[in-house]
């Protein structure tokens, strides 16, 4: 069955910097729209950023200049760059894999925010 891992997540300082990151299995990665969500405490889960089979990014506009989508489709694996992190950028960062009606989930991996 597919499988998303996210790794990566920590405490970090206010102004710092985090990269997250998903490694996918049994999919053929390559023609899959990435993508990274995040939900806050008693919030709804909210699209950060995703990245199309070509490349294309998009972001929430919370994050716009600060957080950075990649991927490498080598290492069946997304990336999230986070920089200038804010104490409001705490949350459980979930990847995502989509494809026409097929979407598939990783199990989160936790980021806060905090001095």
């Known amino acids: 069955q597919v499988q998303l891992v996210e790794s990566g997540g920590s405490l970090v300082q206010p102004g710092g910097s985090l990269r997250v990151s998903c490694t996918a299995s049994r999919i053929i990665f390559s023609i899959y729209t990435m993508s990274w969500y995040r939900q806050a405490p008693g919030k709804q889960r909210e699209l950060v950023a995703a990245i199309t089979s070509g490349g294309i990014t998009t972001y929430t506009d919370s994050v716009k200049g600060r957080f950075t989508i990649s991927r490498d489709n080598a290492k069946n694996t997304v990336y999230l760059q986070m920089n200038s992190l804010k104490p409001e950028d705490t949350a459980v960062y979930y990847c995502?894999?989509?494809?026409?009606?097929?979407?598939?989930w990783g199990q989160g991996t936790q980021v806060t925010v905090s001095s």
């Open positions: 995502n894999a989509a494809l026409s009606t097929n979407r598939y």
